[in-house]
């Protein structure tokens, strides 16, 4: 009993400086995305293909969590755009304070997204508030159609989906029926991406949906 | 600093369970494997390819760690042996408790491996000794070759790593170069298998380095 006490605690505390800081970023007119996915799905290779795409008419932030090494910091800030990295020695998923201390290493009046890469990992990330408008979840092709039935945390809580190396399709035994029929059930609001984002196929539709998440309705300042 | 406290009671706590779990397991000739990856790498598919060929010679048990779903025990239990499921209801790694539990439910007078297929999660699981002789750990080739470097913790505890999916090879950017390299940083001890578990390509050196690991030599009673 005392541990789920513990648990919930930290939740509640977590939620709490999430909610300060979502109301910080709502009033800069800053969109954020919380990117979640197992390990290798693809969130640094999506966003290596979007951001640039993104940046022809936004300020995009990104905030890398990683539980070691600067690689996919690395790689992203070769794009040209604000990076903070997060390395969390251990941790196995990012929380609202990690956030706020990366966010103050941000110029919050000159960004439209913050994009927050979490650490890799499907199970996680997903209870953890990060002041996010919206949390995304990454599958990739080949990690099997019954993830969403596995992992349905995640799966339910995100409100859009990039279900990613839609190139590797022929390769696997992923089933696109079992994999829309278990949305379907459980989370049939979610927005579902076919995307390769190394090969850049599918990008538009998902640029698209990310406007159409701006607090501010795209307006620049 | 509380929280660390707890954190390393808590681990404390599963150790002392392991041990005396293996001391039992030891004592009836049993050896167990821990089996760990993402979500997606090919756990149950290795499974389902490498029991029939085991159970040619040795009596093998299985324990399913899942978050929610039996799905891969239904897949384990097909090959007609003893499975054992373990619904974790959202927690994101097995404990040594829980395994202790599911191995009341097996016949250890009757078994040579006992196989645990770790919740799927790169991170967490790593932390956590479930009485096992091996921990091996599953990458995919679609992950990518930079997992050894930002998740070092399972890759520096694995006595082996199966690098399933080889057939994608072809349709990745993974280099085998960088993933040996690191290998060679981090775990040089650590045996390395190619294999694609689908297509059964790979699994005899497996198969054989399993043998190689039985605690009673490989006898029978």
Redesign the interface.
């Known amino acids: 009993m005392t541990q789920i006490k ?1 648990k919930t605690n930290i939740l509640q505390a977590n939620d709490e400086v999430a909610g300060q800081l979502k109301e910080r970023f709502r009033a800069k007119g800053i969109t954020v995305i919380n990117l979640i996915s ?4 693809g969130k640094t290779t999506l966003l290596e293909h979007s951001i640039p795409r993104l940046t022809e008419k936004y300020r995009v932030g990104v905030i890398e969590g ?4 600067t ?2 910091a690395d790689r992203i800030a070769k794009l040209n755009v604000p990076v903070v990295q997060i390395e969390t020695k ?1 941790a ?1 998923h990012l929380d609202a304070n990690m956030v706020l201390k990366a966010a103050e290493q941000l110029d919050l009046d000159n960004l439209d997204f913050i994009i927050i890469e979490n ?6 990330p997903a209870t953890f508030e990060l002041a996010e408008d919206a949390k995304v979840v990454v599958l ?5 159609s ?2 969403p ?5 995640i799966f339910t809580r995100a409100k859009a989906c990039i279900l990613n ?1 839609m ?2 399709l022929p ?3 992923f089933s696109l029926d079992d994999f829309y029929q278990d949305i379907k059930r459980i989370n049939p609001q979610m927005e579902v991406f076919e995307v390769a984002a ?1 090969q850049e196929t599918g990008l538009d539709s998902w640029l698209k949906w990310l406007e159409g998440m701006m607090v501010n309705g795209g307006q620049k300042d």
């Open positions: 513990v197992s390990p290798g799905a990683d539980i070691l090494t690689r996919d251990g196995c650490v890799g990992n499907l199970v996680c990739s092709i080949a990690e099997g019954d993830k039935a596995k992992y349905p945390t190396k190139d590797l390769y696997s035994n190394l």
